[in-house]
């Protein structure tokens, strides 16, 4: 597996407060994304990083806010989570971004209640 | 919205039968590639095919892409029960190595291989 860790791999959470999800590479990889997986809608892409400090929205970003101190750390925040955030979250890392596959995390799962 | 749509949403074959996935997309891509995932872990890359590709196999898959039709397939050949997996087409599009460039998947096909 490429060095991509995600943590916590598990957790639950009430609503209302915020919580934090981390994503740590060693591979020094430019590309960093945040996807969320729920039944019927595939992977859908809440943020994603280009560089350090470097970040954009994806399709899904409402509720959610990322940063990038570091080469190897992007941060996914719910600043206040609903129970409609409760998904699977994963992370991936990509070299260069077009014509590189994506390598993923082994992805958190986020209750919400 | 999200760029790939994969169909049949779920597909259930006999081992030894081939497995054919489809992927209509929307938009201009540079590349289209197909990632795997067993049943709760994460994704893992198949093959990219090229946007100025027709066709690219490896081992015993083999994916085309048309283009002008903005769709892909994904074959499997000789289907095994560890092929039961979710597959899943992604398409990048934007500037390699720019800030517009994004990684955009389908909901993606449940296959599954009957012993």
């Known amino acids: 597996d490429a060095g991509i860790t995600q943590s916590p791999r598990h957790k639950v959470t009430e609503t209302g407060t915020p919580v934090t999800l981390r994503c740590h590479q060693t591979e020094n990889h430019r590309y960093m994304y945040w996807y969320r997986q729920d039944p019927g809608h595939g992977l859908r892409l809440i943020h994603y990083s280009y560089g350090v400090k470097d970040t954009d929205k994806g399709e899904v970003s409402d509720g959610y806010s990322v940063s990038r101190s570091k080469t190897e750390d992007f941060l996914l925040t719910l600043e206040s989570a609903t129970s409609s955030q409760t998904s699977v979250y994963f992370c991936a890392i990509s070299t260069r971004g077009a014509g590189t596959e994506a390598f993923f995390g082994q992805g958190t799962r986020l209750t919400v209640v | 919205s999200q760029q790939g749509e994969e169909d049949p949403q779920a597909l259930s074959i006999q081992e030894g039968e081939n497995a054919t996935m489809n992927c209509s997309y929307k938009t201009s891509i540079n590349n289209l590639q197909w990632y795997r995932q067993n049943s709760g872990r994460g994704l893992v890359h198949l093959i990219l095919?090229?946007?100025?590709?027709r066709e690219k196999h490896s081992g015993r898959l083999r994916v085309t892409l048309d283009t002008s039709k903005k769709s892909s397939s994904l074959l499997i050949t000789a289907s095994r029960a560890a092929d039961t997996a979710s597959y899943f087409c992604?398409?990048?599009?934007?500037?390699?190595?720019?800030?517009?460039?994004?990684?955009?998947f389908g909901k993606g096909t449940l296959l599954t291989v009957n012993p």
């Open positions: 992604a398409t990048d599009a934007g500037d390699s190595g720019g800030s517009n460039y994004k990684l955009t």
């Open positions: 095919i090229r946007s100025n590709e």
